[in-house]
C-alpha cells in the first residue's frame, strides 16, 4: 500500500511515487564511449512547493576494490502543467522535468505519466559554448516491482538517438 508523502502539494500527486531516495548500478556505453559499470543515487524530494526536487549523482566504479569516481550530477526540478492536452487518457498526465548539470547543459523534458511510469522527450537542450552538443534526449523512467528502473536514449558526438545508459534502483529508507 502506498502513503502520499506528508506534506506533498496536490499538483504532484501524480509523481507521489518517486518521492524518496533511490541507489542502485546500471551502465553507460555510447559508441564513443565503452560500457561501464556505474552506481547511481537520486534523491527526489519536495518542500511543499507545486514541484519535486531532483538531485542525481552517478559513480563510475574504477576498481575491483569498489573505488568509484564521481562521472556525473544533475539537479533540476519536476512539474505536473496545470492544462491537459486533448486526447491525453484519464489515467496519464502532462509531466516536465527541467535538468542543469556542470557539464554545461540545461534541458527540458516534457512527457507523460500514469500507471508507475514516466516518458520524457527533450523539449529543449541548452548548452554552454565548450559543452558536448546535444540534439536530442528521451527518458523511460518505471516503477517496476518496487523498484525504479530508467533508461536514458542521447543524440550527440553526431549520432543518432540510442541508447546511453540505463539503471535499476533500489528504494533506501533514510
Do not use: C, K
Not at 546500471?26 to 565503452?34: E, H, L, N, R, V
Not at 562521472?71 to 487518457?89: D, N, S
Not at 509531466?95 to 540545461?106: C, K, N, R
Not at 511510469?117 to 559554448?129: F, H, Q, V, Y
Amino acid at each position: 500500500m502506498f502513503t502520499l508523502p506528508e506534506g506533498l502539494a496536490p499538483e504532484v500527486y501524480p509523481l507521489a511515487w518517486l518521492v524518496g531516495r533511490w541507489r542502485g548500478s546500471g551502465t553507460i556505453a555510447y559508441p564513443s564511449i565503452p560500457e561501464t559499470a556505474v552506481e547511481q543515487e537520486v534523491l527526489v524530494d519536495h518542500d511543499g512547493g507545486p514541484y519535486l526536487r531532483w538531485t542525481v549523482t552517478t559513480w563510475i566504479v574504477t576498481g575491483d576494490d569498489g573505488d568509484r569516481r564521481v562521472w556525473a550530477t544533475e539537479t533540476g526540478y519536476w512539474r505536473v502543467p496545470p492544462e491537459r492536452p486533448a486526447g491525453l487518457a484519464e489515467d496519464r498526465h502532462p509531466v516536465e522535468l527541467l535538468l542543469s548539470d556542470p557539464a554545461g547543459h540545461l534541458t527540458l523534458y516534457a512527457g507523460v505519466t500514469g500507471n508507475g511510469r514516466i516518458d520524457l522527450a527533450s523539449d529543449l537542450i541548452a548548452r554552454t559554448p565548450d559543452a558536448a552538443e546535444v540534439g536530442a534526449a528521451t527518458r523511460l523512467l518505471g516503477l517496476v516491482h518496487g523498484e525504479l528502473m530508467w533508461t536514458w536514449d542521447i543524440a550527440a558526438f553526431g549520432e543518432p538517438l540510442q541508447s546511453y545508459a540505463s539503471a535499476r534502483l533500489s528504494r533506501v529508507q533514510d
